[in-house]
């Protein structure tokens, strides 16, 4: 049983016939569905996401005006409803304000800072976590006949801005070239074992955001990341693979035995990696330096953002977003 479809299948059950015996004309005015935290609202929950907030439950999303006439009502009567539902139990949920009734400014601003929706400006959009786009856009909507909950998510879907994503895309470019390219080999050659944990890491990291952001997709919460690569065309694949060795090979990295060997596994493993980054960043006409080294497509990539206060900001800003 996936989150998704319990929800799903308890507002169908319960939700619809609630929603009316409170006020009908709410049935063609709220928004339904499951969306926000949650490894269930991303699809990715399993077995262990059933120790806590795996249960029945949905969200109502209603305008200001909705809110302050039927919002209390209408949190009464789902608060009511059955606690046990097709085997799980509401006893379960811990994050009580991710479920029920909740005004759709509120929703967006919990993620954007934006109660209508979109962030504000270019440099709200960059500053605005990708983890938190991710949530705003994540699950499924069960039902809105009026359109204004869509309508938002729609518009965020949309992605990020031209010039946000070339500021983002330099930002990983730079991190992935110091972190991985660079500084690896370097903290592993002077045996310092948690120097080089945290270079793999901020290198993992920002390579993950990367792909996210070549397939225009936001980047969700880290314990996450890896895992949703499986739902990207672009490059995915071939750097998932790369990725796990890399993480597999860090144990040889502090095996003063297998040292030479892990030194040389790292330098492969992170050039096929970057290798593979700049060629998708050439295709996608991000950047047109003939390189494997990213640090040299930062000026490229840079020099096509038109906003100008992005533009005057170092390539590396943004690059822990």
Known sequence: MKGLTLSRNYYEAYGQVMIESVAPELSVRAAVGLAGEGSQCFGFDDDISQDHDFAPGFCIWLSDEDFANYGAALQQAYDQLPSLFQGFSRDNIIAKDRLGVM?????????TGNPDGSPASNLDWLLTPENQLAAATNGEVFRDDAKIFTSIRQHLLQFYPEDVLRKKLAARAAVMSQAGQYNLLRVIRRGDAVAALL???????????????????????????????????LLAADITALLSESAECLADMINERRLEKARQKAFDLTEQICHLTACELNRQNFSFVNSDFLQDH????????????LRRMPPMFDCNN
């Open 103 to 111: 005004k759709i400014s509120s929703f967006y601003a919990r993620f």
């Open 298 to 309: 930062l000026s490229s990539i840079m020099d096509g953002i038109k906003d100008p206060q």
């Open 199 to 233: 270079s793999l890491s901020r290198f993992t990291e920002s390579t993950l955001s990367m792909i996210y952001l070549l397939n225009r997709q936001y980047m969700p919460f880290y314990k996450w990341a890896y895992h949703g690569l499986s739902n990207l065309p």
